[in-house]
Protein backbone atom coordinates (compact mmCIF):
# COMPACT_ATOMS: atom_id res chain seq x y z
CA UNK A 1 0.00 0.00 0.00
CA UNK A 2 1.72 3.50 -0.98
CA UNK A 3 -0.96 6.32 -0.24
CA UNK A 4 -4.44 6.74 2.16
CA UNK A 5 -6.74 9.54 1.61
CA UNK A 6 -9.90 9.61 3.03
CA UNK A 7 -10.39 6.37 4.05
CA UNK A 8 -9.57 4.95 -0.05
CA UNK A 9 -6.26 3.31 -0.08
CA UNK A 10 -3.98 3.22 -3.50
CA UNK A 11 -2.31 -0.22 -3.69
CA UNK A 12 0.52 -1.29 -5.89
CA UNK A 13 -0.14 -4.48 -7.80
CA UNK A 14 2.64 -7.06 -8.66
CA UNK A 15 2.23 -9.73 -10.92
CA UNK A 16 5.32 -11.59 -9.09
CA UNK A 17 4.77 -11.56 -5.95
CA UNK A 18 8.92 -11.91 -5.33
CA UNK A 19 8.97 -7.85 -7.18
CA UNK A 20 10.30 -5.87 -4.94
CA UNK A 21 10.26 -2.46 -6.58
CA UNK A 22 7.37 -1.07 -8.78
CA UNK A 23 4.55 1.83 -9.13
CA UNK A 24 2.27 1.78 -11.97
CA UNK A 25 4.16 0.85 -15.29
CA UNK A 26 2.58 -1.72 -17.11
CA UNK A 27 6.30 -2.58 -18.68
CA UNK A 28 6.76 -3.60 -14.88
CA UNK A 29 3.51 -6.00 -14.83
CA UNK A 30 2.34 -3.83 -12.23
CA UNK A 31 -0.91 -1.25 -11.51
CA UNK A 32 -2.25 0.95 -9.23
CA UNK A 33 -5.65 -0.27 -7.72
CA UNK A 34 -8.22 2.01 -5.39
CA UNK A 35 -9.36 -0.14 -2.47
CA UNK A 36 -11.19 -0.23 0.95
CA UNK A 37 -11.36 -1.81 4.41
CA UNK A 38 -13.05 -4.81 4.23
CA UNK A 39 -14.96 -5.35 7.53
CA UNK A 40 -13.36 -8.20 8.49
CA UNK A 41 -10.17 -6.18 9.51
CA UNK A 42 -11.66 -4.89 12.49
CA UNK A 43 -10.03 -1.64 13.98
CA UNK A 44 -6.85 -2.93 12.38
CA UNK A 45 -5.11 0.03 10.77
CA UNK A 46 -3.58 -0.03 6.92
CA UNK A 47 -0.48 2.14 7.00
CA UNK A 48 1.46 2.83 4.24
CA UNK A 49 4.44 -0.11 3.36
CA UNK A 50 1.94 -2.89 4.06
CA UNK A 51 1.46 -5.67 1.85
CA UNK A 52 -1.75 -6.61 1.45
CA UNK A 53 -4.26 -9.07 -0.11
CA UNK A 54 -7.09 -7.57 -2.50
CA UNK A 55 -10.39 -9.05 -3.45
CA UNK A 56 -13.24 -7.59 -5.78
CA UNK A 57 -12.60 -4.91 -8.76
CA UNK A 58 -8.80 -4.94 -9.11
CA UNK A 59 -8.61 -3.33 -12.61
CA UNK A 60 -7.46 0.26 -11.48
CA UNK A 61 -9.88 1.15 -13.91
CA UNK A 62 -11.27 4.99 -13.14
CA UNK A 63 -13.84 4.43 -10.39
CA UNK A 64 -13.20 0.55 -9.78
CA UNK A 65 -12.52 -0.27 -6.25
CA UNK A 66 -11.10 -3.09 -4.35
CA UNK A 67 -11.27 -4.52 -0.72
CA UNK A 68 -8.62 -4.92 1.56
CA UNK A 69 -8.99 -8.27 3.33
CA UNK A 70 -5.52 -9.08 4.88
CA UNK A 71 -2.73 -7.65 6.11
CA UNK A 72 0.49 -9.77 6.09
CA UNK A 73 2.85 -9.95 8.90
CA UNK A 74 5.05 -6.61 9.31
CA UNK A 75 8.69 -7.46 8.78
CA UNK A 76 8.95 -4.02 10.72
CA UNK A 77 7.29 -1.24 12.20
CA UNK A 78 8.27 2.09 12.97
CA UNK A 79 6.29 4.01 15.47
CA UNK A 80 6.39 7.27 17.38
CA UNK A 81 3.67 8.48 20.36
CA UNK A 82 1.20 11.07 19.07
CA UNK A 83 1.98 14.55 20.54
CA UNK A 84 -0.03 15.88 23.94
CA UNK A 85 -3.35 16.61 21.37
CA UNK A 86 -3.74 13.53 20.74
CA UNK A 87 -3.52 12.23 24.37
CA UNK A 88 -6.78 9.87 25.62
CA UNK A 89 -7.57 8.81 28.89
CA UNK A 90 -5.62 5.67 28.34
CA UNK A 91 -2.90 7.98 28.00
CA UNK A 92 -0.76 8.78 24.45
CA UNK A 93 -1.88 7.34 21.65
CA UNK A 94 0.86 5.42 19.30
CA UNK A 95 0.94 6.01 15.57
CA UNK A 96 2.73 3.73 13.06
CA UNK A 97 4.31 5.86 11.10
CA UNK A 98 4.76 3.13 8.26
CA UNK A 99 5.31 -0.56 8.00
CA UNK A 100 8.36 -2.91 6.14
CA UNK A 101 10.69 -0.36 5.56
CA UNK A 102 14.37 -0.88 5.55
CA UNK A 103 15.73 2.44 6.14
CA UNK A 104 14.93 5.60 8.45
CA UNK A 105 16.65 9.00 6.26
CA UNK A 106 16.54 11.93 9.65
CA UNK A 107 16.66 14.99 7.10
CA UNK A 108 18.08 17.68 8.98
CA UNK A 109 19.21 21.08 8.08
CA UNK A 110 22.77 22.28 8.65
CA UNK A 111 21.46 25.82 8.79
CA UNK A 112 18.28 27.89 8.57
CA UNK A 113 16.84 26.16 10.39
CA UNK A 114 19.75 24.80 12.61
CA UNK A 115 20.23 21.18 13.18
CA UNK A 116 18.42 19.81 16.25
CA UNK A 117 20.51 16.53 17.88
CA UNK A 118 17.38 16.15 20.55
CA UNK A 119 15.45 15.30 17.47
CA UNK A 120 17.89 13.86 15.56
CA UNK A 121 18.42 11.18 19.01
CA UNK A 122 14.82 10.51 19.09
CA UNK A 123 14.76 9.34 15.71
CA UNK A 124 18.06 7.39 15.98
CA UNK A 125 16.22 5.54 19.00
CA UNK A 126 12.63 4.90 17.19
CA UNK A 127 14.64 3.60 14.50
CA UNK A 128 16.69 1.24 16.57
CA UNK A 129 13.88 -0.03 18.41
CA UNK A 130 11.64 -0.66 14.47
CA UNK A 131 15.45 -2.57 13.94
CA UNK A 132 15.54 -0.49 10.82
CA UNK A 133 18.73 1.16 9.48
CA UNK A 134 19.15 4.81 10.44
CA UNK A 135 20.98 7.44 7.28
CA UNK A 136 21.53 10.63 8.64
CA UNK A 137 20.94 13.08 5.58
CA UNK A 138 22.32 17.09 5.88
CA UNK A 139 21.11 19.29 3.74
CA UNK A 140 21.88 23.04 3.14
CA UNK A 141 25.49 21.78 3.05
CA UNK A 142 26.31 25.31 1.24
CA UNK A 143 25.49 27.44 4.15
CA UNK A 144 27.45 25.38 7.08
CA UNK A 145 29.85 22.74 7.63
CA UNK A 146 28.61 19.66 9.14
CA UNK A 147 31.43 19.38 11.86
CA UNK A 148 29.15 20.34 14.85
CA UNK A 149 26.39 17.29 13.82
CA UNK A 150 29.30 14.79 13.04
CA UNK A 151 31.34 15.95 16.12
CA UNK A 152 28.44 15.01 18.17
CA UNK A 153 28.07 11.72 16.61
CA UNK A 154 31.64 10.85 16.74
CA UNK A 155 31.23 7.67 18.92
CA UNK A 156 28.44 6.14 16.72
CA UNK A 157 28.71 4.15 13.87
CA UNK A 158 26.22 7.03 11.62
CA UNK A 159 26.25 6.49 8.11
CA UNK A 160 25.69 10.33 6.52
CA UNK A 161 25.91 11.71 3.29
CA UNK A 162 25.74 15.41 2.35
CA UNK A 163 23.58 17.16 0.19
CA UNK A 164 23.71 21.26 -1.10
CA UNK A 165 21.31 22.56 -3.89
CA UNK A 166 23.67 21.94 -6.78
CA UNK A 167 25.10 18.74 -4.99
CA UNK A 168 25.12 15.23 -6.95
CA UNK A 169 23.02 12.99 -5.35
CA UNK A 170 24.92 9.75 -6.73
CA UNK A 171 25.73 8.99 -3.30
CA UNK A 172 21.94 9.02 -1.59
CA UNK A 173 20.76 7.01 -4.53
CA UNK A 174 23.09 4.42 -4.35
CA UNK A 175 22.32 4.63 -0.31
CA UNK A 176 18.67 3.90 -1.24
CA UNK A 177 19.00 1.61 -4.09
CA UNK A 178 16.63 -1.53 -3.39
CA UNK A 179 15.13 -0.63 -0.47
CA UNK A 180 12.09 0.89 1.16
CA UNK A 181 13.61 3.93 3.14
CA UNK A 182 11.55 6.23 5.35
CA UNK A 183 12.17 10.30 5.06
CA UNK A 184 11.51 11.81 8.49
CA UNK A 185 12.65 15.38 9.46
CA UNK A 186 10.89 18.82 10.54
CA UNK A 187 9.11 21.39 8.02
CA UNK A 188 12.03 24.11 6.52
CA UNK A 189 14.86 21.82 6.37
CA UNK A 190 14.50 20.66 2.61
CA UNK A 191 12.87 17.32 2.79
CA UNK A 192 10.32 18.28 -0.16
CA UNK A 193 13.08 19.44 -2.18
CA UNK A 194 14.81 16.91 -1.55
CA UNK A 195 11.86 14.09 -2.71
CA UNK A 196 11.41 16.38 -5.68
CA UNK A 197 14.54 15.67 -6.52
CA UNK A 198 14.45 12.50 -6.18
CA UNK A 199 11.48 11.93 -7.90
CA UNK A 200 10.62 15.08 -10.34
CA UNK A 201 7.13 13.45 -11.27
CA UNK A 202 6.39 13.80 -7.04
CA UNK A 203 5.42 17.58 -7.51
CA UNK A 204 5.50 17.34 -3.24
CA UNK A 205 4.47 21.17 -2.06
CA UNK A 206 7.37 22.83 -1.22
CA UNK A 207 7.18 25.79 1.52
CA UNK A 208 9.56 28.62 3.25
CA UNK A 209 11.04 28.70 6.69
CA UNK A 210 9.50 32.02 8.90
CA UNK A 211 11.17 34.87 10.27
CA UNK A 212 11.66 32.66 13.54
CA UNK A 213 12.96 29.89 11.53
CA UNK A 214 9.83 27.53 11.70
CA UNK A 215 9.34 26.09 8.72
CA UNK A 216 5.45 24.77 7.50
CA UNK A 217 4.00 21.91 7.42
CA UNK A 218 4.10 21.12 3.46
CA UNK A 219 3.48 17.48 2.88
CA UNK A 220 0.10 16.02 4.45
CA UNK A 221 0.33 12.35 4.32
CA UNK A 222 2.84 9.84 3.78
CA UNK A 223 2.94 8.45 0.54
CA UNK A 224 5.63 5.59 -1.20
CA UNK A 225 7.16 6.62 -4.47
CA UNK A 226 9.50 4.85 -6.55
CA UNK A 227 12.76 6.10 -7.24
CA UNK A 228 13.46 6.49 -11.15
CA UNK A 229 16.08 3.92 -12.81
CA UNK A 230 19.74 5.48 -12.05
CA UNK A 231 22.96 4.28 -13.56
CA UNK A 232 24.96 4.11 -10.54
CA UNK A 233 21.99 1.91 -9.12
CA UNK A 234 22.16 -1.83 -10.74
CA UNK A 235 20.11 -2.96 -8.56
CA UNK A 236 15.92 -2.05 -8.51
CA UNK A 237 16.51 1.81 -7.59
CA UNK A 238 14.01 1.29 -4.16
CA UNK A 239 11.37 3.33 -2.59
CA UNK A 240 11.26 6.49 -0.50
CA UNK A 241 8.26 6.86 1.74
CA UNK A 242 7.52 11.23 2.20
CA UNK A 243 5.96 12.33 5.17
CA UNK A 244 4.65 15.03 6.24
CA UNK A 245 6.93 17.37 8.59
CA UNK A 246 7.30 15.91 12.38
CA UNK A 247 7.17 18.17 15.38
CA UNK A 248 8.16 15.73 17.51
CA UNK A 249 9.02 11.98 17.79
CA UNK A 250 7.18 10.60 21.09
CA UNK A 251 8.83 7.56 22.79
CA UNK A 252 6.24 7.00 25.19
CA UNK A 253 6.01 3.43 23.67
CA UNK A 254 9.83 2.74 23.77
CA UNK A 255 11.30 0.96 26.58
CA UNK A 256 13.99 1.72 28.61
CA UNK A 257 15.99 -0.54 27.66
CA UNK A 258 15.43 0.28 24.41
CA UNK A 259 16.21 3.74 24.64
CA UNK A 260 19.45 2.71 26.25
CA UNK A 261 20.01 1.01 22.68
CA UNK A 262 20.35 4.74 20.66
CA UNK A 263 23.00 5.78 22.08
CA UNK A 264 26.12 2.84 21.79
CA UNK A 265 28.52 5.16 23.01
CA UNK A 266 26.99 4.66 26.36
CA UNK A 267 25.97 1.53 26.88
CA UNK A 268 29.45 0.27 28.02
CA UNK A 269 28.96 2.68 30.53
CA UNK A 270 26.51 1.12 31.91
CA UNK A 271 28.27 -2.39 32.85
CA UNK A 272 29.09 -1.13 36.63
CA UNK A 273 25.51 0.36 37.01
CA UNK A 274 23.66 -1.52 39.94
CA UNK A 275 20.92 -3.49 39.00
CA UNK A 276 17.43 -2.09 38.42
CA UNK A 277 19.71 1.03 37.82
CA UNK A 278 17.55 3.85 36.27
CA UNK A 279 20.45 5.62 34.80
CA UNK A 280 18.60 8.67 36.35
CA UNK A 281 20.78 12.21 37.90
CA UNK A 282 19.46 10.72 40.96
CA UNK A 283 20.90 7.66 41.18
CA UNK A 284 24.19 7.98 43.24
CA UNK A 285 25.68 4.79 41.94
CA UNK A 286 24.79 4.99 38.64
CA UNK A 287 28.60 4.61 36.17
CA UNK A 288 27.25 6.99 33.77
CA UNK A 289 28.46 9.68 34.84
CA UNK A 290 32.40 8.25 36.00
CA UNK A 291 32.25 7.26 32.28
CA UNK A 292 31.57 10.85 31.07
CA UNK A 293 33.99 12.37 33.25
CA UNK A 294 36.47 9.78 32.06
CA UNK A 295 36.34 11.17 28.67
CA UNK A 296 34.79 8.15 27.38
CA UNK A 297 31.45 9.85 25.67
CA UNK A 298 30.58 13.36 24.93
CA UNK A 299 28.36 14.56 28.06
CA UNK A 300 25.73 16.34 25.64
CA UNK A 301 25.01 12.71 24.89
CA UNK A 302 24.71 11.67 28.64
CA UNK A 303 22.17 14.52 29.02
CA UNK A 304 20.32 14.08 25.59
CA UNK A 305 19.81 10.72 27.14
CA UNK A 306 18.21 11.46 30.18
CA UNK A 307 16.43 14.57 28.52
CA UNK A 308 14.48 11.03 26.79
CA UNK A 309 14.44 9.27 29.93
CA UNK A 310 12.67 12.03 31.71
CA UNK A 311 10.38 12.66 28.13
CA UNK A 312 9.23 9.16 28.38
CA UNK A 313 8.35 9.42 31.96
CA UNK A 314 6.04 12.01 31.31
CA UNK A 315 7.95 14.71 33.43
CA UNK A 316 9.13 17.20 30.48
CA UNK A 317 9.00 17.79 27.06
Known amino acids: MIAVDRGR ?18 ADGVGLVTAMRARELGRRSVVVGDRVALVGDTSGAPGALARIVRIADRRSVLRRTADDDDTTAEGRLERVVVANADQLVIVSSLADPPPRTGFIDRCLVAAYDADIEPLLCLTKSDLATPDGVLGYYAELDLRHVLVGPDSDLGELRRLLGGRVSVLVGHSGVGKSTL ?123
Open 195 to 317: VNRLVPEADRAVGTVSAIGRGRHTSTSAVALRLPPVPEVRHHPGWIVDTPGIRSFGLAHVSADSLLHGFADLVEGTVDCPPNCEHTPDETECSLDAWVAAGNADPRRLASYRRLLASRAGETE
Open 9 to 26: YTCVVEDDPQLTGAGGDP
